[in-house]
């Protein structure tokens, strides 16, 4: 169990309630500002999910435990990956801590026992969305940017917020296309330069 390969992470029994199992972890481990963000983008998720008939459940819980590898430490994770002999992109090695959404998909499945794709993709890609993305990662993906964890409104809220109105693919296109004019992608990582192609529409 991935856990087990990081000595450091404090851990107790699970209780088999989501909201609290990932909120005593988070906590236990420092990080208390992690857990306030992922109890803000579930209730972000349940909006969408309402707004797109999704099952708010899989929304709450994909949610909840999007940023849970906030438990280790990024240098920590390019070494596991590596030590796995996992696949890394130049973008994962360069900036580790893009890792955390596969790291999370990782401890939802075995640590929190999640198998349903609909919870485990979302997680899995909510930083950086993918090609073919289903409804509920894009869900994620725009609940995490919306509910973002730093001081006052991002910049990009009203035209991502207006788009969502329209479609979760404008909403999704609109914050990539924020990112890609300000400057501010650090480097595009291959997941994120496809879903934009799809999302554009370019083969
Ligand atoms: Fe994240
Ligand atoms: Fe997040």
Known sequence: MILDDFSYVERSPLTGCLDADARILLEANGKGKTARHVREVAETNLLIAAQYGLNPEKCRAAALLHDISAVIAPADMLAWMQSRGLPLCEAERKHPFLLHQRLSRTIAADYFGISDDEVLS????????????????????????????????????????????????????????????????LFPHVEWTAAYRWLKGIK
């Open 122 to 185: 979302p997680i899995e890609c909510h930083t950086t969305l993918k090609a073919n993305a289903s409804p509920y990662d894009m869900a994620l993906f725009i609940a995490d940017k919306l509910a973002w964890d730093q001081e006052g409104v991002p910049p990009f809220d009203k035209a991502v917020r207006t788009a969502l109105d329209r479609s979760l693919r404008e909403a999704c296109l609109t914050y990539m296309d924020y990112m890609v004019e300000s400057g501010r992608l």
